[in-house]
């Protein structure tokens, strides 16, 4: 799988949009990005995934370049509760069940009143 | 998504006992799970990939004869630390893949006196 780089923290204010990036310029063609965070002491809770269009839903939007090599993870209207972990892996998709993720280090969020 | 529980969510034990986790898919029949490791302040490991009815596999470094993983229905496995010893202290996560996306447990935190 190929590797990511992330900010290793982030602050951002409380109802203002967070915006999360993440280089990932060896990305193959196959391999799909996903985002993940934790929330200090659970599992890791699945955002969002895309291949190489604009992905959005309840939680947030991912924003992924022409090129692939790079991505945002956008969360509209951050609250306190969306201060956490945040981790961009990419890997295969498709459906393959053998295919585990591999964590970096991710971005830790701070979201401040 | 996919919902997973774990346990028991947290756990206290002397060195030397064992201790077993269990994983379980509430909504779907799972053929692989993964079993991840985090220690305070590092990114989650993964230590095996857990498949149902036959032997799991391990990542490098990680022992199999001392973490047991049973993976024995579509929707439970489980992993036994045996002769735990406080360096075994950490936070065990499991995971499932479902319809392209891992979805994790709430995660179980072993403490070894």
């Known amino acids: 799988d190929a590797k990511t780089t992330q900010p290793p923290s982030m602050d951002c204010a409380e109802g203002r949009a967070a915006n999360l990036p993440c280089n990932h310029s060896?990305?193959?063609?196959?391999?799909?990005v996903y985002w993940y965070r934790q929330i200090h002491s659970q599992g890791p809770q699945y955002i969002i995934h895309?291949?190489?269009n604009n992905e959005t839903n309840e939680m947030a939007s991912l924003i992924i370049t022409e090129d692939r090599k790079s991505s945002t993870l956008i969360l509209p209207h951050a609250t306190l509760r969306d201060t956490a972990v945040y981790y961009c892996?990419?890997?295969?998709?498709?459906?393959?069940?053998?295919?585990?993720?591999?964590f970096g280090g991710g971005t830790r969020l701070m979201v401040k009143p | 998504g996919a919902v997973v529980s774990q346990h028991p969510s947290r756990v206290i034990c002397k060195s030397g006992t064992s201790v077993k986790i269990e994983c379980r898919s509430l909504?779907?029949?799972?053929?692989?799970m993964f079993w991840y490791r985090q220690f305070p302040k590092q990114s989650l490991m993964l230590m095996a990939t857990?498949?149902?009815?036959?032997?799991?596999?391990?990542e490098q470094g990680v022992e199999k004869d001392k973490f047991l993983i049973n993976h024995a229905s579509l929707t439970l496995s489980t992993l036994t630390v045996t002769s735990a010893h406080p360096e075994d202290s950490s936070f065990y996560i499991c995971?499932?893949?479902?319809?392209?996306?891992?979805?994790f447990g709430p995660g179980t935190r072993l403490t070894v006196l």
């Open positions: 892996i990419v890997r295969v998709g498709g459906g393959n069940a053998g295919n585990m993720l591999t």
């Open positions: 060896t990305i193959s063609g196959n391999e799909y």
């Open positions: 895309g291949l190489k």
């Open positions: 909504d779907f029949q799972a053929t692989t």
């Open positions: 857990s498949n149902e009815g036959s032997k799991a596999t391990y």
């Open positions: 995971s499932l893949e479902h319809t392209d996306t891992q979805y």
